[in-house]
C-alpha cells in the first residue's frame, strides 16, 4: 500500500523566518515523483514544487526547496522569508508508477504566517 | 494555463436525491480525477479516467460513479445523495503521468 504521513496537522511562523514542514511517504518502488501543494483559505489547490525520485538534487522554486531523503523517505518543504501569502493548507504528495497518474495525498498541514 | 473549471462554488441538495458535478478542462489532458477533501483527512480519490468513456475506481467509490463522454468533461453523479457524502469535491486534470494535477476551484456540497 502507498502511505503519506503528514505528522504537523499545524504550524506557525513569524513573517520573515522559515519553516520545514514534513512529510514522509511508504513505498517499494524506485521510480516515482514526489509533490507539495498549497491550497489558500477557500481557493484553488495549486502545485508548489516537484520532485523526481531519480534525481539527486532537492527541488528548489525561488524560497521554496525540499530535502529529500530517498533512502529515509522523507521529503520535507522548507519556506524561507515567510510571507504572510504563504498562509494555507500544504499537502504533500506522492505518484508511483504504474497507477495511471493515481497521486496519493497526505492529510496536510495548516501554516499561518503570523506578522 | 490550465483552467479546470467546477460548475458550482456551492450547493445544497437533499437526501436521496441525483446529484451531478461538472467538470470541464480546457487543455485537452487525458487524464482526470474526482477528489473529495475532509478535515483531517486530506484528499481521497473517488474515481479516474484516462481517457473518454474509461474509467477507473479509486479509493472511495461507493456510493459515486462517472461519466466522461467528451475528453474535456468529467462528471461526477452521486446516484441517492446521503448526508455523509456532504464535503468539498475537487476536480483536477493532468497530461500525463508523472505530470502535475491541476485542480479546480472546488465544489462545497452539502446534503441536508
Known amino acids: 500500500a502507498q502511505t503519506v504521513t503528514q505528522s504537523q496537522p499545524e504550524m506557525s511562523v513569524q513573517e520573515a523566518e522559515t519553516v520545514t514542514l514534513s512529510c514522509t511517504y511508504d513505498?517499494?518502488?524506485?521510480?516515482?515523483?514526489l509533490f507539495w501543494y498549497k491550497q489558500p483559505p477557500s481557493r484553488q489547490m495549486i502545485l508548489v514544487i516537484r520532485q523526481e525520485a531519480y534525481k539527486q538534487q532537492n527541488a528548489t522554486e525561488n524560497r521554496f526547496s525540499v530535502n529529500f531523503q530517498k533512502a529515509a523517505k522523507s521529503f520535507s518543504l522548507k519556506i524561507s522569508d515567510s510571507q504572510l501569502g504563504d498562509t494555507a493548507m500544504y499537502f504533500c504528495a506522492f505518484n508511483p508508477p504504474n497507477t495511471g497518474n493515481q497521486f496519493y495525498f497526505g492529510t496536510g498541514t495548516s501554516l499561518t504566517v503570523i506578522p | 494555463d490550465v483552467k479546470v473549471t467546477q460548475s458550482s462554488r456551492y450547493l445544497v441538495k437533499r437526501t436521496g436525491e441525483k446529484v451531478f458535478l461538472e467538470c470541464v478542462q480546457d487543455?485537452?489532458?487525458?487524464?482526470m480525477f474526482w477528489y473529495r477533501q475532509d478535515p483531517g483527512l486530506g484528499l481521497r480519490l473517488i474515481y479516474f479516467?484516462?481517457?473518454?468513456?474509461?474509467?477507473e475506481k479509486g479509493d472511495i467509490p461507493e456510493g459515486y460513479s462517472v461519466s466522461r463522454e467528451k475528453k474535456e468533461r468529467f462528471s461526477l453523479i452521486l446516484e441517492s445523495a446521503s448526508t455523509n457524502q456532504t464535503s468539498m469535491y475537487l476536480c483536477?486534470?493532468?497530461?500525463?503521468?508523472?505530470?502535475?494535477?491541476?485542480f479546480g476551484d472546488g465544489t462545497r456540497l452539502s446534503i441536508l
Open positions: 483536477a486534470s493532468s497530461l500525463l503521468r508523472n505530470q502535475p494535477q491541476h
Open positions: 513505498t517499494s518502488e524506485n521510480n516515482y515523483y
Open positions: 487543455m485537452d489532458h487525458e487524464n
Open positions: 479516467s484516462y481517457d473518454v468513456k474509461m474509467k
